[in-house]
């Protein structure tokens, strides 16, 4: 009997997608390159040690697997994004034929995967990008899935993706089809933009605590807990409360944690690509600069031997640090749901962002009650800021997020992404900006012309200075 759905990879997330699948009854074809000495029948032994995967056939030779398939095979990939994708794609190609499905569940950049879908269509193979997102845990019990590419193939690996795909709140799946091309990694990329951004919020408030109150990481935890019973309730800052309260022997394990941030490329790709599409999406960059600006750690220290910055103590209101979170939470996904709105313009996808914002509150690393209000904002209205909910917000938050960013710099503790939203705040909501006096300079140095207030036509105008 032929396996009706294949695997290639089996790296953490290729393994528990496995489990995933296999445990809904699937009969599964399972590859993982043979390595010698390093990676070894990995397959066969993956198989032999979970009894979900006893009706699973296991290879490390791709014809072998790829004839295992029922067709049209449907094959995810989870291999490393960049060349190894490439390179899989390539070694898999003779072994394919019209029809068949390459779904890649990696965190590829959207344009990539837009020419790998051109490179096989001549071929008559489809090629779906796909936002796998919720870590380990979440592949194993149901991840949101974000697929995109064409809407036929969507519908053949459909009863897949959404049997293993986490559930909503009413039970539907957090899966959806996103839209054409590389729509499905796009969204993916902006959600890990969001994501960010709501770790370095969560961040700043435990800077703002920590060094400007003196608490202790678990009074800090303590703080936080009883937010995740209200609006404020997200993964991230469950898992943060359950971080700050770990302990190894005396010590927080917390305080052992070199302060130093990595990344893996995809908040990056999220600022670049903001700048190409002329949207500011300053919280979500602010958030990816914290973590550059973290890495240079020796220069830190250099700096503060030599010109120390002492964070000052400082009165904290606990409503008004909850209040001013969730609105620099607010307009953090205002960011990344506008991106996504221009992206949709300027590629002509037809995002449904009440959709993608539903399948985004379950399964995945930025789910959150904000994210369900977002959803049901969507359904109603197409501009998030001109939303009441987003005026409730605004309304409880504004004062606080304004007093929390003065007192914060004040006391010397920085606050990359809180700054960024207050400015954003303050900026999406000013009706006249100075943005004339830089039209002015433009056409000062450099001939660059402007439009005039009282000629509605558009003209450009240019002054002899
Ligand atoms: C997810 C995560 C996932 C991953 C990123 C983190 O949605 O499951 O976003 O994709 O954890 O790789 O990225 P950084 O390494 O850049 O923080």
Not at 19 to 37: C, E, I, P, T, W
Not at 65 to 88: C, H, N, W, Y
Not at 375 to 392: C, G, I, N, R, T
Request: hydrophobic share 45%; aromatic share 10%; charged share 20%.
């Amino acid at each position: 009997m032929k396996a009706v759905f294949g695997i290639v990879g089996l790296g953490v997330m290729g393994k528990s997608l496995s489990r995933n699948m296999a445990s809904k009854g699937f009969r599964l074809a399972l590859f993982n390159r043979y390595v010698q000495d390093k990676e070894e029948a990995v397959a066969e032994n993956f198989i032999r040690e979970f009894p979900e995967l006893e009706d699973a056939l296991g290879f490390e030779d791709l014809a072998s697997f790829a004839q295992s398939l029922e067709r049209p095979r449907k094959i995810l990939l989870m291999v490393q994004a960049g060349s190894a994708t490439d390179q899989t794609i390539d070694a898999l190609r003779p072994y394919l034929e019209a029809g068949d499905i390459l779904i890649d569940g990696g965190n590829a950049f959207f344009k990539d995967t837009e020419s790998r879908i051109s490179d096989l269509k001549e071929a008559g193979i489809h090629f779906m990008g796909t936002g796998v997102s919720g870590g380990e845990a979440g592949a194993l019990n149901g991840p949101s899935i974000m697929p995109g590419g064409d809407a036929a193939a969507y519908e053949k690996i459909s009863p897949f993706l959404e049997q293993i795909a986490a559930k909503d709140i009413n039970g539907k799946p957090c899966c959806t089809y996103i839209g054409s091309g590389g729509s499905g990694h796009f969204v993916k990329m902006v959600h890990n933009g969001i994501e960010y951004a709501e770790m370095q919020l969560i961040a700043e408030l435990y800077a703002l605590l920590r060094w400007g109150t003196q608490l202790n990481p678990d009074e800090i935890a303590d703080i936080f807990e009883p937010w995740l019973s209200g609006p404020a309730n997200s993964y991230l800052l469950e898992i943060t409360v359950s971080i700050l309260r770990k302990t190894e022997g005396e010590t927080f394990l917390i305080d052992l944690i070199l302060d130093q941030a990595a990344n893996k490329g995809t908040g990056s790709w999220t600022s670049i690509v903001a700048s190409d599409l002329g949207v500011a999406i300053p919280t979500i960059t602010a958030a990816l600069f914290a973590r550059f600006q973290s890495a240079f750690k020796a220069e830190r220290v250099q700096y503060a031997s030599q010109f120390p910055m002492h964070p000052e103590m400082l009165e904290v209101d606990v409503k008004e640090l909850l209040d001013a979170y969730q609105l620099a939470r607010f307009l953090n996904h205002q960011q990344g749901f506008v991106l996504m709105q221009q992206a949709a313009i300027q590629f002509e996808w037809q995002l449904n962002l009440s959709e993608l914002a539903r399948i985004w509150t379950n399964g995945c690393i930025i789910r959150s009650q904000m994210m369900r209000d977002i959803s049901h904002v969507f359904s109603e209205s197409q501009l998030l800021l001109a939303h009441p909910l987003a005026w409730h917000t605004l309304d409880a938050g504004k004062e606080a997020l304004l007093a929390l960013v003065g007192k914060g710099l004040a006391a010397q503790i920085p606050l990359p992404c809180f700054s960024a939203s207050a400015n954003y705040m303050l900026m999406a909501f000013q009706e006249d900006s100075s943005a004339n006096l830089i039209q002015a300079q433009r056409d000062f140095f450099g001939a660059h012309t402007y439009q005039r207030v009282d000629d509605p036509s558009g003209k450009k105008y240019h002054t002899n200075w």
